[in-house]
């Protein structure tokens, strides 16, 4: 997302702030090594494994792993007549992956053909995440996409006077938050749950996953105004990089107002 999203240099529109130009396209792919091994998991057949994977950064997508076709379990794949055309990229072909009864329908896409600035997706298949059943990076199951080496998470505790309101109503209020910054989105505050009228939230059904800080859990707000759906959100078993935040409570939603030492935020 560093390069691609949020202002990247890699985004259609990069920054004016630079002291550079990029001689290009305004449509960017770059493609890069990804350091790992990687295995895709399908009806308890492994689909892909791989240590030669690559990631096709482009401008204002998530980046996407590819891997050799000789990573592919080829006899799992079945040849369909989908086809895509990408004006960067060229035309794909698709496969879909059959185990037993189970089948992932055009799953697994390639470039025969690629574009003359592409050549090099040549030989390489990509695999849509949310149709395999489980992704690994080395032994580590990971989640929600493929984690980009130029995305990072920082956590910092701070005593900055941090006041959330719904309307005239303080909902929270501490001096003892955690500070997230994450690349390309805004800060985000985490308080401790002491500091949050809990009483006035209740369960929420939604779940969102973040492969760079894990699973969250969502509350819903009520006052006497009006309910405000998930409302607040919190990671009780956060991943490496951001477990200072477990158990703390980051309120955002439209109805909410976030002032920090006495100024509001935007977004």
């Known amino acids: 997302m560093a390069l691609t999203l949020g202002g990247g240099p890699l985004t259609t529109r990069p920054p004016e702030t630079v002291n550079y130009r990029i001689d290009g396209p305004p449509h960017r792919l770059f493609w890069h090594d990804f350091p790992r091994r990687v295995r895709a998991l399908f009806g308890g057949q492994v689909v892909l494994d791989s240590t030669g994977a690559k990631l096709l950064h482009e401008s204002n997508l998530l980046p996407q792993l590819y891997v050799p076709e000789r990573d592919l379990r080829t006899d799992l794949l079945e040849p369909t007549a989908h086809s895509t055309h990408c004006p960067f990229k060229g035309d794909a072909a698709y496969r879909s992956v059959r185990v037993g009864d189970r089948i992932a329908e055009n799953a697994v896409w390639t470039y025969p053909q690629p574009t003359e600035d592409a ?99 969502y509350r819903s707000l009520h006052t006497d105004d009006r309910p ?28 909410l107002t976030t002032e920090v030492d006495g100024v509001p935020l935007a977004g």
């Open 228 to 255: 405000i759906p998930d409302a607040a959100w919190s990671y009780p078993e956060p991943l490496d990089g951001a477990r200072a935040i477990a158990g703390y409570l980051c309120l955002h939603a439209d109805g």
């Open 119 to 217: 050549t090099w997706l040549d030989g390489y298949a990509a695999v849509y995440w949310a149709a395999m059943d489980a992704w690994f990076d080395e032994d580590e199951e990971v989640f929600g996409h493929i984690r980009d080496p130029y995305h990072r998470v920082d956590v910092r505790s701070t005593g900055r006077h941090v006041r959330v309101l719904a309307g005239d109503v303080v909902v929270a209020e501490s001096r003892r938050a955690k500070l997230l910054s994450e690349t390309g989105l805004p800060n985000r505050y985490y308080l401790p749950p002491e500091d949050v009228r809990t009483d006035l939230f209740g369960p929420s059904a939604t779940h969102t996953v973040c492969p760079y800080k894990g699973t969250a859990s």
